[in-house]
């Protein structure tokens, strides 16, 4: 209200943040105990159970796919039909690229390409070929993985682990899923995802294509320094290429033209809200976010956000955290996604929204608020601001705030501003624009 001087909503939410971050922790441990759980076998081996759906059937393999060249299959049991220098020229132009390791299953790495969370997505596998590859030129390196199940059912699931790991890709730090796609013509089906890791100025960008065909799983990870994310078509040329030389012996290529459509990977989130990969990266934190079930409040003193009064048919909240971190318990993200009966609905109550926010510094005496960004899209309208609140007693409280409309939903966003802990303009808008695509899935 016009003249009041009371505290911002959400100032005082230590409390319930602390309660929220204990559950993300004990979460997360579940999380992490659940990807992989690691046997020691005979002979001093070791085999990863796969909670993705790998095999471990007693009568799976306890070596742990490696190159057993078993008399089952014919399936890649040397090298020849993996990519070399020539066939891995798409990845660049400029200079040339050289091999510069091939391992068999016995001597491949704990991890080969990023975001891999095991050491084999089909433990009970036949044998796995991983190589690696360095343009001199332009110092860019790349990575050939490819595993090889008993049959092609198997060889689905491993599929499916691979692209369960991208799309939650939990081992990487500081990392954000910036574009991904899904690819026809490349094996019998594929994705590909562009991660992003800030480096100075620049970002490292890993782009990585998987696909499966026949018995065979294969991963194909391009890295490089950019500006901006990479466009897909170097890795979709060269994973095609890679794939049409594997499917010779394993079957199961499509005829199709190889073809990329921005898509986002799948999540085990709650539908319709964001994975951690979507979560911004700040310098001072490591550790990865997680995710927890919230409470949806009426933000800050600006947004009067209130779904129930405005007849959303249904609504839900999710906190964003970093428990493992060493942050103020008042540090995460709040992202709200409100569904109506029609898109006229939701575009209304979004409007409302960003009328009271662009409108609070003057109905709010103690409120600085600055628009920070607009999106207009054929799919998506909405706005972020900074909204900072002085209590009078030499405190101020910030936040970042964003809204947005996407057919019948409204996205609702909001992030305390904290010392050393705060994203960019871009940053923040970017995150606003992957809460509304993900929207879609809240049904």
Known sequence: MAGSHRAPRGGGRAAVREARRQKARKRNQTIA??????????????????????????????????????????????????LDGATAKPLGATGAWTITKTADGSTAPDRAFACQSQRFADPAGL?????????????????????????????????????????QCNSEKQTR????????????????????????????????AVSV???????????????????????????????????????????????????????TEAPGFMAPVDLPVLSEIDKPWVSTPAKTGPGTQCEN????????????SQTYLTPDAKVPTEFGLDDTVAKFATAKAASTFAAQIRKNVDGCGKTV??????????????VMKGETWEASFDTGDGKKFTYRIGVAASGNRVVYLLFPVLKGLDVTDSGFRDTLIRATERSAAYK
Not at 186 to 204: C, D, L, M, N, Y
Not at 305 to 316: E, I, L, Q, R, S
């Open 127 to 167: 044998r796995t070929w991983v190589r690696t590859f360095q343009n001199a030129a332009t110092k860019q390196t790349a990575v050939q993985y490819v595993e090889v199940s008993n049959d092609a059912a198997a060889a689905g699931k491993a599929y499916n682990s691979i692209v369960g790991w991208l799309g």
């Open 33 to 82: 105990a659940g990807i992989a759980v690691v046997l020691l076998v005979g002979g001093g081996g070791v085999a990863a159970l796969n909670a993705f759906g790998g095999d471990n059937s007693p009568g799976a393999n306890a070596s742990g796919a490696s190159d057993d060249k078993s008399a089952d299959s014919k399936v890649l049991t040397d090298d020849k039909a993996l």
């Open 305 to 316: 956000f209130d779904p129930k009064k405005a007849k959303a048919t249904k609504y839900g």
């Open 365 to 378: 005496s103690n409120a600085k608020v600055d628009s920070t960004g607009e999106i207009a899209t054929s």
């Open 177 to 208: 899923l910036s574009a991904s796609y899904l690819t026809t013509g490349v094996g019998e089906r594929g994705w590909i995802a562009v991660f992003g890791q800030p480096s100075g100025t620049k970002t490292k960008y890993k782009t990585i």
């Open 213 to 267: 065909a026949g018995q065979a799983t294969m991963v194909l990870e391009h890295d490089t320094i950019a500006g901006t994310p990479p466009p897909p078509n170097a890795v979709l040329a060269t994973a095609a290429a890679a794939a049409k030389r594997i499917c010779a012996q394993s079957g199961g290529c499509s005829k199709a033209a190889p073809l990329a459509k921005p898509s986002l990977l799948p999540s």
